[in-house]
């Protein structure tokens, strides 16, 4: 198992910037990629940036890309993610979720994650 837990989740300006930290605990050492996951409550958890733990892929969904960094130090067992240029519709809870699978690639199907932490709560203001 392993634990996450998220934090840097707030109320943040439109135009503004955020960033949110996931610090890992447990079976790090079996990690194969970390993501984060968004949902705004009643719809569907979706995938925003993942990053493979031992290796170098990335993933950025589209809506975000240009606009956001996931990044990670592995001596502190955190991922990171930076958004700047932030919407309205960024507004959501922000989930952190490590696959323990090791596979070829990092996978975006939000039902192959099996470990999450609880969430941060960000709300973009207009």
């Known amino acids: 198992q392993v634990q996450l837990v998220e934090s840097g989740g707030g109320l943040v300006q439109a135009g503004g910037s955020l960033r949110l930290s996931c610090v890992a605990s447990?079976?790090?050492?079996?990690?194969?990629?970390m993501g984060w996951f968004r949902q705004i409550p009643g719809k569907q958890r979706n995938i925003v940036a993942a990053i493979m733990w031992n290796g170098d892929e990335i993933f950025i969904e589209d809506s975000v890309r240009g606009r956001t960094r996931i990044s990670k130090d592995n001596a502190k067992n955190t991922i990171y993610l930076e958004m700047t240029s932030v919407k309205p519709s960024d507004t959501a809870d922000y989930y952190c979720?490590?696959?323990?699978?090791?596979?070829?690639?990092?996978?975006?199907?939000?039902?192959?994650?099996?470990?999450w932490g609880r969430g941060t709560r960000v709300t973009v203001s207009s």
């Open positions: 447990g079976r790090t050492d079996s990690t194969f990629a």
């Open positions: 979720a490590a696959d323990l699978k090791q596979r070829d690639t990092v996978v975006i199907v939000t039902g192959l994650w099996e470990h």
